[in-house]
T-cell receptor
């Protein structure tokens, strides 16, 4: 079955440490997205990528970095500059461009601070 | 610019009773509308979508939503809820802008079905 795989499901970060969240899709989608979810705040866009080797900042990119070296993969690094990283992180993908088809989501990674 | 307002953060309802989850949006361009459902510690699953055509759209598990352009609303309804419908529901609006799909989500409505 086609879908989006996020790993790990749970992740713990120590002070001053960078951590990387994995996102892989086999839907042959061009566009991929990272969202942060906090209670009562809905989903906020961190970064998005419309095509390989290109990505754009979303609304809350500070303290995060991404890469898009392969169509299937869009890893997110939470850097030590992100002072409040505790949240549920969701990766999504879509056909992108002028398509009207919705985004598909992975099952998320919950990041906590040790 | 576009925005989505979900008017209720929590909705408690008794099992087998009807429910309506409200969603209003604003946009200066034509949009596509979606409802997603999220169960605890899971991602969002698409519940239903309005792209064009009939303004009433239905899901396979009994939910329906009606697109009302004049009132800029896309409320979600179910005539009789089940315990398994307990979840958080997100309304989303999407517009194509310069070859980019811009999606905006509401803050979510938690539906609690009471036995």
């Amino acid at each position: 079955d086609g879908g989006i795989t996020q790993s790990p499901k749970y992740l713990f970060r120590k002070e001053g440490q960078n951590v990387t969240l994995s996102c892989e899709q086999n839907l042959n989608h061009d566009a991929m997205y990272w969202y942060r979810q906090d209670p009562g705040q809905g989903l906020r866009l961190i970064y998005y990528s419309q095509i390989v080797n290109d990505f754009q900042k979303g609304d809350i990119a500070e303290g995060y970095s991404v890469s898009r070296e392969k169509k299937e993969s869009f890893p997110l690094t939470v850097t030590s500059a992100q002072k409040n990283p505790t949240a549920f992180y969701l990766c999504a993908s879509s056909q992108g461009g002028y398509s009207n088809q919705p985004q598909h989501f992975g099952d998320g990674t919950r990041l906590s601070i040790l | 610019a576009q925005s989505v307002t979900q008017l209720d953060s929590q909705v408690p309802v008794f099992e087998e009773a009807p429910v309506e989850l409200r969603c209003n949006y604003s946009s200066s361009v034509s949009v596509y509308l979606f409802w997603y459902v999220q169960y605890p510690n899971q991602g969002l699953q698409l519940l239903l979508k309005y792209l064009s055509g009939s303004t009433l759209v239905e899901s396979i598990n009994g939910f329906e939503a009606e697109f009302n352009k004049s009132q800029t609303s896309f409320h979600l309804r179910k005539p009789s809820v089940h315990i398994s419908d307990t979840a958080e529901y997100f309304c989303a609006v999407m517009a194509n802008s310069g070859g980019y799909q811009k999606v905006t989500f509401g803050i979510g409505t938690k539906l609690q079905v009471i036995p």
